[in-house]
């Protein structure tokens, strides 16, 4: 059975940091393409980084500040959350890719590209 679980969620102040955690199973991650999203109260799950090839790709209101990584062994991806504000606070998914997904520096992830979502994690960002 295919599950992804996110974890690492929590609530920090501004300008501090956060890990998020994907970690899977019943399939190897090193095979996808790997979706992080989030969704805010009140609105649609919006794309927030996809890698492919070994290269990660962010949406503008997070360049520079998230990283993504990956520990093949763990079968885990990690988003490294810096310089957080109060609006990144969502709850953040990550997913895998369904066949051919648009990812690279001039798309924004959709999550209709992806599957094998998990419950999420809940990033709140506030003083």
């Known amino acids: 059975q295919v599950q992804l679980v996110e974890s690492g969620g929590g609530l920090v102040q501004p300008g501090e940091s956060l890990r998020l955690s994907c970690a899977a199973s019943?399939?190897?991650?090193?095979?996808?393409?790997i979706g992080w999203f989030r969704q805010a109260p009140g609105k649609e799950r919006e794309g927030v980084s996809c890698s492919i090839d070994g290269t990660s790709y962010f949406v503008e209101s997070v360049k520079g500040r998230f990283i993504v990584t990956r520990e093949s062994a763990e079968n885990t991806v990690y988003l490294q959350m810096n310089n957080l504000r109060p609006e990144d606070t969502a709850v953040y998914y990550c997913?895998?890719?369904?066949?051919?997904?648009?990812?690279?520096?001039?798309?924004?992830?959709?999550?209709?590209?992806?599957?094998?979502w998990g419950r999420g994690t809940q990033v709140t960002v506030s003083s």
């Open positions: 997913a895998t890719n369904v066949g051919v997904v648009h990812c690279g520096d001039f798309y924004t992830p959709d999550p209709r590209e992806y599957r094998n």
């Open positions: 019943g399939l190897n991650l090193d095979h996808y393409v």
